[in-house]
């Protein structure tokens, strides 16, 4: 970068530095206590499936209720948590408290679980992920593993066999965030997905821009053509699920059916089902 423009710059900008590292040690310190505090709690975002007119599953999103920092976004602490390892304890807690959650759900709703590219090549995911399934009593056919492009992209000769265990274990298996990576359609070939979450980025103008709808479209179709269920996250209006519904689009989520919520409220959202059916035949 470029010269300092005289000591006192430079020992402004050390000390910004200085102050970063320090609040990400401090961080981090909290999320080791974290783990061992079970301050997790995921929260339960529907997935609609858009033929059915009606809520087919719930995607779990995990929460961090820090005692001073308050709620902490994944977003902010799941990369950290990559970095130093813990992803591997949280995502295994994750998904033993998304399965003993489901457990009590209809048996034709779903869940979705997100997985980090470290529980691939840093833990033995197939073995927590068969031991969460039974210590809860759940069937592998209700657990969907949702995986960005990102993690298959860095870690595609260790995550594609393990793709194919779980696969073969009736597990299925979802790329989330499709369209974000710049070899997604490569990645189509590779591993026979179950199902493609677009990512809410193609979302935004699909009903006011041609070009939006027309790329949303392209993706739709390819996902169908393949076999593939397709999934559009981030659906916030009306008039977006309705031309949505027009396409070969399976499954939306967003929130226009509802944002993430508790667990305890998935009984709530699961009985407001007919308002949306009214919301069709309106
Ligand atoms: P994701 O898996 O793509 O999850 C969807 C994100 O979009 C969620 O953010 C959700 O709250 C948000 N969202 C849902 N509907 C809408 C909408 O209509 N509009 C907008 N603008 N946003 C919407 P959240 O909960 O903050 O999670 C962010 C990301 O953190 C997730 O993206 C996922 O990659 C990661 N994450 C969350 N929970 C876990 C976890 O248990 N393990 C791992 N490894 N990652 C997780
Ligand atoms: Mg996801
Ligand atoms: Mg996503
Ligand atoms: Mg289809």
Redesign the pocket.
């Given at each position: 970068h470029a010269k300092s423009s005289g000591g006192k710059g430079e020992r402004f900008f050390t000390a910004d530095m200085e102050a970063q590292i320090e609040a990400r040690h401090a961080l981090e310190a909290d999320l080791r206590k974290a783990v061992e505090r079970e301050e997790f709690e995921?929260?339960y975002?529907p997935l609609y499936d858009l033929s059915q007119q009606r809520i087919c599953g719930f995607?779990?999103?995990?929460r961090w209720n820090h005692p001073t920092r308050g709620r902490v976004?994944?977003?902010e602490f799941?990369p950290l948590a990559e970095e130093v390892g813990l992803?591997v304890d949280?995502?295994r807690w994750?998904l033993r408290r998304a399965c003993r959650d489901a457990v009590y759900w209809p048996e034709d709703i779903k869940v979705a679980?997100?997985?980090?590219a470290i529980?691939f090549t840093d833990s033995d995911l197939p073995g927590d992920v068969a031991a969460a399934l039974e210590e809860a009593g759940l069937t592998a056919g209700r657990l969907e593993i949702?995986i960005?492009e990102s993690v298959l992209m860095e870690n595609l000769d260790e995550a594609l066999p393990i793709l194919h265990v779980l696969k073969q274990r009736g597990i299925r298996i979802g790329m989330?965030?499709f369209g974000t990576g710049y070899s997604s359609l490569s990645y189509l070939r590779r591993f026979p997905f179950d199902k493609i979450?677009i990512?809410?980025s193609f979302v935004n103008g699909i009903v006011e821009d041609k070009e939006a709808f027309a790329i949303m479209r392209a993706i739709i179709l390819l996902g169908d053509a393949l076999g593939m269920r397709v999934t559009v996250?981030?659906?916030?209006t009306a008039e977006q699920m309705a031309l949505l519904r027009s396409e070969a689009c399976d499954e939306i989520?967003?929130?226009?059916i509802s944002?993430?919520r508790p667990a305890v409220e998935v009984p709530y959202l699961l009985s407001q089902l007919p308002e949306h059916e009214r919301f069709k035949a309106g």
């Open positions: 995921l929260h975002q995607e779990a999103l995990v976004p994944p977003l799941i992803v949280i995502g994750v679980v997100n997985v980090s529980q949702e960005t989330d965030d979450k990512d809410k996250e981030g659906v916030e989520q967003g929130y226009h944002p993430p």
